[in-house]
């Protein structure tokens, strides 16, 4: 850091650091960092000045990649491996990406993600959007001077298990720490919440490039609370650029393009839609490979027909969400736009129309729409590394979609319902259905529908191991556990005999570890980087965290909750850990951070205990004082 | 150690009773989270972080469970040692079926003729019904402590809130 820090008055007289942190919105078009500096979050822009970074990742064949705008010019040219928008196949199979004839890539039907064929191997989009990733990483760090604590990362509100799983992967292969996975209106409204000081019932319309959510929060002074959210993971403004392209084919009567044209025609109807956001037509001129010219005026009046279903798509999410929160659009006191594609006036009038049937609600508009999220998750971040600014606020969000089970005849048992408040916990009881029966298979899905097939698969694990007894006697009690990134982790236990099968629901569509480890090793091969001092970096990174953590703790309250003995017990593994990190031995490092984990069991626990008691008798002041 | 012993009133701070003060519950609530939520320990150690997520985790259980009269209810009579709603526990009298058939058969109606007047009155007669039943779970549990009562009553407002909720699904299908 080249500034100096001065520690705020009356606070801990340890040294104050400042810990870089910064929140990145990894969008379907566009992607930015953002971080917190003397009390303000700004977006952290490029050499050239520029702040959005194009989600757009190019291989060529002598190894290099492109991120961003360079990718962007050469896509036309480069199509089959220029990865435009691959956050629409984040944890998505084949057969869930639609309009798959429009896109020009040579995709791998692999289990659980689309993989995509490029010039320089295989691509998950895991490993597509740690390149986006890594860039903003790098552009934090050369702009803060020193290396990132953790990032918060922004999700679409109604990314599924799978999706969130998907980017957190993306993040670790960027070696990135996630703080958090932060839900992208939670985040707009945190921006806008904390900026204009909000009280009362807000709805976040949040219409992105390729995905859609509606979230409706209560804002109470201090509390950010999440009452519902819906939307569609495959909606967005390039949904609007399709219409355009087909409009284009229509009327141009081109029947066969290649895949050159394919870029550059979506590229111009993107351009005649964000034109259309100023001026009332647009014009379209495209010259084919075959030398063929296409020239088009599109009308606004035109634009707003071919997409008014899409619009109305958005609306029906924005009911049930008001439903789910036991609502009605009366109540709703603002509502805040994010995401580029509510620049487009017909979204915006529709949204208008919508919630303001009264007249008294209009949008909110007043904060850059493409930046919005990036500045939450930055305000966010600078929270969740421990830099404590004057407020202090609580978040509180949900499952965006209903957790549960397969049972017999291929229906869904809910275990989780939808809308629960993060973090949550759940646990029913199922039985065998034949006498006999040793094992039991669990297929965990998620989505509302009654049918297993109409949700997404998660995961399938097995419980073995029962002991044999006729059907229906045995009791198989299954858990569901959802943290505060939204991730659900699985177990079922045999009650009687006390059989155990724990899953952190990810093998059947995520990326093992050893995967992980793989991707790994075939980036740092190419950056000529060592694996061994790659992995010792990251174990010393942990055993810093680590010593930071226990040493505030410590001080805070070392002296009152434990004794002269436990706390020289403490003060020793936190030695041996300095000692450790010294030297070079990653198994010693480990070993000695893993002690002093284990060695703090007892003192976290009394520490929350103290803190329950502190919030408990707080509250019963308060009572007393009414 | 983590006491999970404390029943969610005790642990929300408040009166063991189906009458709620629910400002003093929401406050309750989110002092509770103010410590415990996993959010307040981003940056401590694993073990703060594990335990942050299970008391996170029963401070939302207690709170969701004490916020629906329902569920409410169901604990309180739980905490008596009354499982009202085991699979066993089935019979109804018959004016009270008779009704909900009633009921059943206009939904199905409104639902065939996709008139959302006709579910806009269903459902207004159903929350009267509802606030009925609510008052006298009150005047049982906390008045007379008759738990068996309280028992039936709970059962019939759960079928009253099924049918709720199937009216809500026909919402949704209006689109």
């Known amino acids: 850091m080249a500034l100096l820090q001065i520690s705020e008055p009356g606070l801990s007289t340890a040294p104050h650091q400042h810990r870089l942190a910064v929140g990145i919105d990894l969008g379907t078009t566009n992607s930015l960092v953002a971080t917190v500096r003397n009390g303000v979050a700004v977006v952290l822009n490029d050499a050239h000045g520029h702040g959005l970074l194009p989600s757009v990742v190019r291989y060529l064949k002598n190894g290099v990649t492109q991120v961003g705008h360079g990718a962007q010019r050469q896509a036309a040219e480069d199509p089959y491996n220029t990865i435009i928008s691959a956050k629409r196949f984040m944890g998505r199979g084949i057969k869930d990406i639609p309009d798959l004839a429009t896109m020009p890539y040579q995709f791998i039907n692999a289990p659980g993600m689309v993989q995509i064929k490029t010039v320089a191997g295989v691509k998950s989009p895991v490993e597509i959007s740690a390149e986006i990733l890594k860039v903003l990483r790098a552009r934090a760090e050369a702009s803060l001077g020193g290396e990132l604590v953790g990032a918060v990362i922004t999700v679409p509100a109604y990314f599924d298990d799978a999706q969130r799983q998907a980017t957190k992967d993306a993040a670790r292969l960027a070696g990135l720490n996630v703080l958090r996975l932060l839900n992208e209106p939670t985040a707009a409204a945190i921006a806008y919440g904390l900026d204009n000081a909000a009280e009362g019932l807000y709805a976040v319309y949040d219409l992105g490039g390729g995905t859609f959510d509606i979230s409706i929060l209560k804002l109470t002074r201090g509390v950010f609370e999440v009452l519902a959210t819906n939307g569609d993971s495959a909606l967005g403004g390039d949904d609007f650029d399709r219409r355009i392209y087909c409009w284009i084919l229509e009327q141009a009567k081109v029947h066969t393009l290649d895949d050159r044209d394919k870029t550059l025609l979506m590229a111009r109807a993107r351009e005649a839609k964000e034109t259309l956001s100023e001026h009332p037509s647009a014009h379209i001129t495209v010259v084919l490979s075959t030398g063929e010219v296409v020239n088009l005026n599109l009308s606004e009046e035109t634009f707003n027909e071919m997409t008014a279903s899409l619009v109305n798509k958005t609306l029906l999410p924005c009911r049930k969400a008001l439903r789910d929160a036991g609502l009605t659009v009366e109540e709703v006191k603002g509502v805040v736009m994010v995401g580029g594609s509510t620049r487009i006036p017909r979204v915006l009038a529709a949204v208008g129309e919508f919630f303001g049937e009264g007249g008294k609600c209009s949008p909110l508009t007043n904060l850059d729409p493409d930046k919005v999220v990036a500045l939450g998750a930055a305000i966010q971040a600078n929270v969740l590394a421990g830099n404590k600014g004057g407020d202090d606020w609580l978040l509180l969000d949900v499952v965006p979609l209903s957790l549960g089970l397969e049972t017999m005849g291929g229906l869904t048992e809910k275990i989780i319902p939808r809308n629960a408040t993060l973090p949550t916990a759940r646990a029913q009881e199922f039985t065998t259905y034949k006498d006999g029966q040793t094992a039991m298979s669990i297929h965990v899905v998620q989505g509302e529908r009654e049918l297993v097939a109409d949700c997404r698969s998660l995961a399938r694990f097995e419980l073995r191991g029962i002991p044999p007894m006729v059907a229906g006697a045995a009791r198989i009690r299954v858990t569901f556990q959802v943290d505060a990134d939204g991730l659900l982790s699985a177990s079922a236990r045999e009650l009687g005999t006390g059989v155990e099968a724990h899953i952190a629901v990810k093998p059947s569509y995520g990326l093992t570890d050893d995967e992980v480890a793989r991707m790994l090793q075939d980036s740092y091969a190419h950056a000529h980087d060592d694996m061994a001092a790659r992995n010792l970096a990251e174990a010393q990174v942990d055993g810093h965290r680590l010593i930071d953590a226990t040493e505030a703790a410590l001080r805070e309250n070392g002296a009152v909750l434990l004794n002269d003995d436990e706390r020289a017990r403490v003060g020793k593994l936190l030695a041996a850990l300095k000692l450790a990190l010294d030297g070079e031995d990653l198994a010693a490092v480990k070993r000695a951070t893993e002690a002093l984990n284990q060695g703090t069991v007892e003192f976290a626990a009394r520490r929350m205990d103290s803190s329950v008691k502190h919030a408990l008798t707080g509250q019963r002041l308060d009572a007393l004082e009414i | ?175």
């Open chain 2, 1 to 175: 150690m983590l006491d999970f012993s404390r029943n969610h009133f005790e642990l929300l701070g408040l009166p063991v009773s189906y009458a709620l003060d629910s400002a003093r519950l929401d406050q309750a609530y989110r002092d509770l989270q103010a410590e415990v939520h996993p959010d307040k320990f981003a940056h401590a150690f694993d073990a703060e972080q594990r335990l942050s997520m299970q008391w996170a985790t029963r401070v939302n259980e207690a709170y969701q469970t004490l916020r629906h009269p329902f569920d409410r209810a169901n604990y309180l009579l739980q905490l008596q040692g009354i499982h009202a709603m085991d699979a066993n526990n089935t019979s109804m009298p018959m004016d009270f079926l008779v009704r909900q058939m009633a009921w059943r058969e206009q939904l199905e109606a409104a639902k065939a003729a996709q008139d959302a007047a006709a579910l806009d009155r269903l459902e207004k007669t159903l929350n009267t019904e509802v606030r009925e039943f609510q008052a006298l779970l009150a005047e049982e549990i906390d008045q007379q402590r008759n738990y068996p009562l309280a028992a039936d009553t709970l059962r019939k407002l759960r079928f009253t809130d099924k049918l709720l909720a199937d009216v809500g699904a026909a919402y949704e299908e209006l689109g």
